[in-house]
Antibody, heavy 122, light 107 residues
Framework: QVQLQESGPGLVKPSQTLSLTCTVSGGSISSGSYSWSWIRQPAGKGLEWIGRIYSSGSTNYNPSLNSRVTITVDTSKNQFSLKLSSVTAADTAVYYC??????????????WGQGTLVTVSS | DIQMTQSPSSLSASVRDRVTITCQASQDIRSHLNWYQQKPGKAPKLLIYDASNLETGVPSRFSGSGSGTDFTFTISSLQPEDFATYYCQQYDNLPLTFGGGTKVEMK
C-alpha cells in the first residue's frame, strides 16, 4: 500500500529556509487522481494546511504563508518537497505530508506520513 | 478564509457512550467536510469524507451528517480506542481549514 515518509533537518535557524521532502512508496506519485499536501501542527495546537501540489506541478498555497512557501515535485524520485523561507520560532511544528484523494465531488487527505518535528532555534 | 468552529473543545465520556461533536462553518460549504481522528504522537486519520461517507475500513460506529454550515460527527458507542482528538476540515474553498479540535477523554 502507499506510504509517505517525511525527511529533513529537525533544527533550523531563524531567518533560514526550512526544507523537507516526502517520499512516496508503494505507488507512483504521478498516477491516479491525487494531489500532495503539506500540513503542520505546532505542539499542543491544531492543524494548519500549508499547500499542495499536483503531479503536473501546479500548486495551491495558504495565503498566510504564500510568500514564503514553495512546494515542488520530482516525479522521477517519487518525491515532493516543501521549502519555507525566513522561518521564525512560530514555524516550529510537526510537519506532515499527505496524499489528497480526489473523487467526483470531494477531496480528502487519506494517507499521511508519520510527521517530522522541525524546531526553529538558534 | 472559512472559519471552522468545533464544539465542544473537549468532553469526558465512558465506554459505550454516544458521543456527538459539532462543526460550524463561517459560510456555506455544501457537503465539503471531512472528519479526522488523531491520537497523541500520531498523524491524523481520515474517518469521514464529504460530510457523511465512511472511509474504507473505518468502523460503522462512526458517522457524520450535515450540509451548508452545520455538521455533526457521532460515535454511536464509544470504544477504548476512540479516545483521541477529532478535527473537522472544510475543502469547499482555499485555503483548506480545520476546526480547533475536540478532545475526547475518559470520564
Amino acid at each position: 500500500q502507499v506510504q509517505l515518509q517525511e525527511s529533513g533537518p529537525g533544527l533550523v535557524k531563524p531567518s533560514q529556509t526550512l526544507s523537507l521532502t516526502c517520499t512516496v512508496s508503494g505507488g507512483s506519485i504521478s498516477s491516479g487522481s491525487y494531489s500532495w499536501s503539506w500540513i503542520r501542527q505546532p505542539a499542543g495546537k491544531g492543524l494548519e494546511w500549508i499547500g499542495r501540489i499536483y503531479s503536473s506541478g501546479s500548486t495551491n498555497y495558504n495565503p498566510s504563508l504564500n510568500s514564503r512557501v514553495t512546494i515542488t515535485v520530482d516525479t522521477s524520485k517519487n518525491q515532493f518537497s516543501l521549502k519555507l523561507s525566513s522561518v521564525t520560532a512560530a514555524d516550529t511544528a510537526v510537519y506532515y505530508c499527505a496524499r489528497d484523494n480526489w473523487g467526483p465531488l470531494y477531496t480528502s487527505s487519506d494517507i499521511w506520513g508519520q510527521g517530522t518535528l522541525v524546531t526553529v532555534s538558534s | 478564509d472559512i472559519q471552522m468552529t468545533q464544539s465542544p473543545s473537549s468532553l469526558s465520556a465512558s465506554v459505550r457512550d454516544r458521543v456527538t461533536i459539532t462543526c460550524q462553518a463561517s459560510q456555506d460549504i455544501r457537503s465539503h467536510l471531512n472528519w479526522y481522528q488523531q491520537k497523541p504522537g500520531k498523524a491524523p486519520k481520515l474517518l469521514i469524507y464529504d460530510a457523511s461517507n465512511l472511509e474504507t475500513g473505518v468502523p460503522s460506529r462512526f458517522s457524520g451528517s450535515g450540509s451548508g454550515t452545520d455538521f455533526t460527527f457521532t460515535i454511536s458507542s464509544l470504544q477504548p480506542e476512540d479516545f483521541a482528538t477529532y478535527y473537522c476540515q472544510q475543502y469547499d474553498n482555499l485555503p483548506l481549514t480545520f476546526g480547533g479540535g475536540t478532545k475526547v477523554e475518559m470520564k
